[in-house]
């Protein structure tokens, strides 16, 4: 995954979201695949920022299953 | 170019996923080929990996997997079953059909025992896979997990299966749904009404997009009362084009799109103008680009007109329509 700004990845992840079950949430591969490419391009700070206004368009409980599906991921522990 | 039976054998095994897709694009009778392929392990598993590359819709290939009756496609079309931004309704209702063919009485009887079970994934799984089967036992057993199961996804999962099943028995325990205390069960519940497309859940629709704090659950509302397609819901909706990104949220609010691409689906001329104000207060918000393609969407379905995002030309169209 290449040319990943945090915009474009909270973008990706909102329109993942917003048809997605938790079940789905929590095991998209792409949602992994995203939170891998952050962690590389941007760190730590730039997971959470994607996770959290991911979360905030999506409603709290989505931004937990994004959290878990993270976990892992550096040092990002969902 | 036409096709036959013989080229697209000769794709899957050359493992050519772009002659497949061609193949597929065409009027082939996808039936015959089926026919004799049955319990063929190479077609099977090229088809498996081509259902992850092919974009378009995949139901054609799921009722072709089906048919070539391989156990090692329930997985994959079990997989299928999941809600998922790439898996259309009606490719998973495919893959249901298709799955009904794969498994036996057995496998039924197991699925009902599991939805007792202690472990949570497997009354998951079960409440997933039933819905494969949309009788009325099924369709009762359901309604059980959705209100009564202590797992909040194993009650969002069947609310998802009662809304693929879409019988109108469901309406009703979907609308109390709409009050758990899970925000994914209230989702859910909401899109699953959406599905069974039943006017009597609008007014509950309606005040889960104006009233629940969560905006995932008012955002499927919203796609709901969209694909009920009653001008009920009109007024609701253009509130809902206001509804208000959380600081900071530059990608839009998720809520404000799904609103307009439902008023887009209703076709209300009421909606024309609140479009057309929506239009222009995101177009100075460089933060949701998104959201300007939407309302203008809308505007094209209601008005069967193309101005694009040039706000000028839809308000003069406006004052000719009301002249």
Known sequence: MTNLTIESA???????????????????????EIGETINKEYGFSGMVQVCESAGSSLGGSALRMIEKNWSGIGNWRG | MTYNKDNFWDAIQ??????????????????IFANDKKGDMVAAETL??????????????????????????KFR?????????????????AAAESLKNLLNADDFNNFIADLSD????????????????PNYIVIEKLIYVLLNDNDEFVRERAAYSLGDISNENAIEPLITALKDKSDFVRGASAVALGYIEDENAIDQLILALSDDENP????????????????????ALINALQDSAPKGDFVGNTVNKEAAQALGKIGDK????PLIEALESWSSDSRIPNSKMVAVTALENITQKDFGNDTTQWWKYYEEITI
């Open chain 2, 48 to 73: 498996i990996d081509f259902l992850n590359e092919y974009p378009e819709n995949k139901s054609k290939l799921i009722t072709l997997l089906g048919e070539i009756g391989v156990d090692k496609a």
């Open chain 2, 270 to 273: 009421n909606a024309i103008v």
């Open chain 1, 10 to 32: 909270i973008d990706k992840i909102v329109e993942i979201g917003r048809y997605s079950s938790a079940f789905d949430l929590r095991t998209n591969s792409e949602i992994r």
């Open chain 2, 216 to 235: 995932g659950v008012r955002l499927r509302a919203a796609r709901s009362l969209g694909l009920i397609g009653s001008k009920k819901a009109t007024k």
């Open chain 2, 14 to 31: 050359s493992k050519n996923f772009s002659l497949m897709e061609n193949i597929l694009k065409s009027e082939i009778d996808i039936n």
């Open chain 2, 77 to 93: 079309l079990i997989g299928l079953l999941e809600i998922n931004y790439k898996i259309k309704k009606e490719e998973r209702d």
């Open chain 2, 118 to 133: 202690e472990d949570s994934e497997k009354r998951y799984n079960a409440t997933r896979v039933l819905r494969v089967y």
